[in-house]
């Protein structure tokens, strides 16, 4: 059965998408994983992974053009099979049947039920055997993360029997990463709620049922709702998770009061140069949504919020509220970043045959040329950026470490892309440095800044956390001196970084003071010998104390 695939949604203001690159060709067979294509947005340029095996019938768009979001951007399928129905009037693009010269009017027409792909699901009279009344609406549970298998509800906004609107805050949903506010998109009654608040269920099962007041959805409960996948044209595809989704989001006007508004119209705001003291919200309690900045005028801008300063705007992530009775025990429910922090790092360490080289490196030299480099103009650097540009340039020498376990194989990657681990309020995250061996010491630092300062605000987005091939955790700004981390998989090897101690050393036969750094490496013993983590560090050891080897 033929699966359509569409533009992907990968930035929240991304309208269309541009093929940079086709990585197949109509024709070619596609596993699921494959890099089918490279998606340039707005923002950046992506990998674009096909989730489907079979073969590439159809290109609906191709390299060097662009399309709008949620277009049909390839069907994938089995060879031969007729698709003429699925192609959503993309008449430039070349179809399997087309290529193996089977002329238009020979093709068979194919009802477009055979499509299997999120779509807006159809209404349709009375409500036996799972049937959706007109008006009712079946809200399932979102994907709003691409590692995201199941969500938890952290809060219900609204209860069954009230009447929401579009735009109204439904419920706060806990990913595997973070916490995001979910919006109606309808008008009518909460008629029914699926997952009870600090529940989680699957994506894509039914959350909430919203429609006329008084309706019988009891049909829909026990026969289940109908999947968005049944009668809906191609050229209405759009999936629930592409969209952006707004969170609340405090922000501090000069008057020192806070005005609410989502991160999404706030970014909004920003670009168009519009202060957000003069927009008003339409959202819900007064909330300041996208719609709101999209229908603002400059015309309604007061002199009075004219002048208000942009840096009277500050954004502050909310924190947990934990009430504890002393004295008495007390319990935190789990996070859902907690959760899968929990099952991937049990993964690794009882998967994955750890075990642990430490080596002590001389930092005198390394401090002296941090010191020269960072008297540059606009030049500031850390030691960790230090390490994280010696640590790129290692790999470079030593691909083995730089490698991943399969059950038949290992992979050895091409690319550099250093995983740095940053601690956040629930846990822990690892923003990647893709081709961090091409990398200066000035763009290291600024992109290990941006990302980490994003972690911490939870802005990060999916891609950014994905494709590492090696990892490095620093805990040495806390004053520890030596540790060992746990592997983060699909790696093979991860460094642990301590603090500079200055201590006595012995120099040229001399005892004088010196400061050193600990250095410990974890490795997967399947992939990465004793040997040859012994050779990697001692490569690193070279580049922090001799930086100039980098150079060469």
Not at 273 to 291: F, H, S
Not at 540 to 552: F, I, N, V, W
Request: negative net charge.
């Amino acid at each position: 059965m033929a699966e359509v695939i569409t533009m992907p949604r990968l930035s929240d203001t991304m309208t269309d998408g541009k093929v940079a690159k086709w990585h197949k060709k109509v024709g070619d067979a596609v596993k699921e994983g494959d890099i089918l294509a490279e998606i340039e947005t707005d923002k950046a340029v992506q990998d674009f992974e096909s989730e489907y095996n079979g073969t590439l019938l159809f290109i609906g768009t191709e390299e060097g053009g662009s399309s709008p979001v949620d277009s049909v951007l390839a069907i994938i399928g089995n060879a031969g099979e007729d698709i003429s129905a699925l192609k959503g009037g993309n008449s430039h693009s070349t179809s399997a049947t087309e290529a193996a010269g089977i002329p238009e009017e020979n093709k068979t027409e194919q009802n477009v039920t055979d499509v299997e792909t999120t779509k807006p699901v159809e209404k349709e009279e009375g409500s036996a055997s799972g049937e959706i009344p007109a008006g009712v609406e079946v809200i399932t549970m979102p994907r709003l993360s691409d590692t995201m298998t199941e969500g938890k509800v952290a809060k219900w906004h609204k209860k069954v029997g009230d009447t929401v609107k579009e735009g109204d805050i439904l419920a706060e949903i806990e990913t595997d990463k973070a916490v995001q506010d979910f919006e109606s998109e309808f008008n009518g009654n909460l008629l029914y709620i699926g997952t009870e608040e600090g529940g989680a269920s699957p994506v894509d099962t039914v959350l909430a049922i919203i429609g006329p007041e008084g309706t019988d959805v009891s049909g829909i409960i026990s026969g289940g709702a109908k999947k968005a996948t049944d009668k809906t044209p191609v050229a209405d595809v759009k999936s629930e998770t592409e969209k952006p989704q707004e969170t609340s989001t405090p922000v501090a006007a000069a008057t020192g009061e806070r005005i609410a508004i989502s991160p999404l119209a706030k970014k909004m705001a920003e670009d168009k140069g519009i202060d957000v003291n003069a927009l008003k919200g339409t959202g819900e309690n007064g909330r300041i949504v996208k719609k709101d900045v999209e229908g603002f005028t400059p015309s309604a801008q007061t002199p009075a919020t004219e002048s208000k300063s942009a840096a009277a705007v500050e954004t502050k992530p909310a924190q947990p509220a934990m009430n504890f009775v002393q004295g008495e025990d007390s319990e935190t429910p789990n996070s859902q970043v907690r959760n899968i922090i929990a099952k991937r790092l049990s993964e690794s360490k009882f998967t994955a045959p750890h075990y642990y080289l430490i080596v002590e490196i001389n930092m005198d030299k390394a401090i002296e040329a941090r010191k020269e480099i960072n008297s540059l103009p606009d030049t500031k650097i850390s030691f960790n950026d230090m390490v994280i540009k010696a640590t790129a340039m290692a790999l470079r020498k030593h691909p083995q470490v730089n490698s991943t376990w399969h059950a038949d194989k290992i992979v050895h990657h091409g690319n550099i892309n250093v995983g740095v681990a940053v601690a956040i309020p629930d846990g822990l995250v690892v923003p990647v440095l893709k081709n961090a061996d091409q990398m200066n010491y000035n763009q290291i630092s600024a992109a290990v800044k941006d990302m980490a300062g994003r972690a911490k605000s939870k802005g990060l987005k999916a891609n950014e956390m994905e494709g590492s091939t090696f990892s490095v955790s620093n805990l040495g700004m806390f004053g520890i001196e030596t540790f060992t981390s746990i592997i983060n998989q699909p790696n093979s090897a991860i460094l642990s970084v301590g603090a500079i101690v200055e201590k006595p050393i012995v120099k040229d036969g001399q005892i004088v003071v010196g400061n050193t750094m600990k250095l410990s490496l974890a490795c997967d013993h399947r992939v990465v010998d004793g040997a040859t983590g012994a050779q990697f560090l001692q490569t690193l050891r070279t580049y922090l104390e001799q930086p100039l080897t980098l150079l060469l």
